[in-house]
């Protein structure tokens, strides 16, 4: 997933499925501004449908995804 910070922010990532439980997780960290990767190991996942959410500070990113 690749991802854009316009300032340096506290982040954290979670991965949901579509019973709304958690099925990755990356801690809160200090993620510096700009582009960045990250990677999912989906190979672990189901099939199915998922939502990416990304919190930075005040800001929450909400994307879905499909592992096929």
Not at 10 to 23: E, K, S
């Amino acid at each position: 997933v690749r991802y854009y910070l316009a300032e340096s922010s506290p982040t954290a990532i979670q991965v949901y499925n579509v019973q709304g439980q958690l099925a990755f997780g990356k801690d809160e960290e200090q993620v510096e501004a700009g582009w960045h990767n990250l990677i999912i190991p989906t190979t672990t996942l189901p099939s199915g449908m998922y939502t990416f959410t990304i919190r930075t500070g005040e800001e929450i990113k909400v994307r879905k995804f499909v592992v096929t």
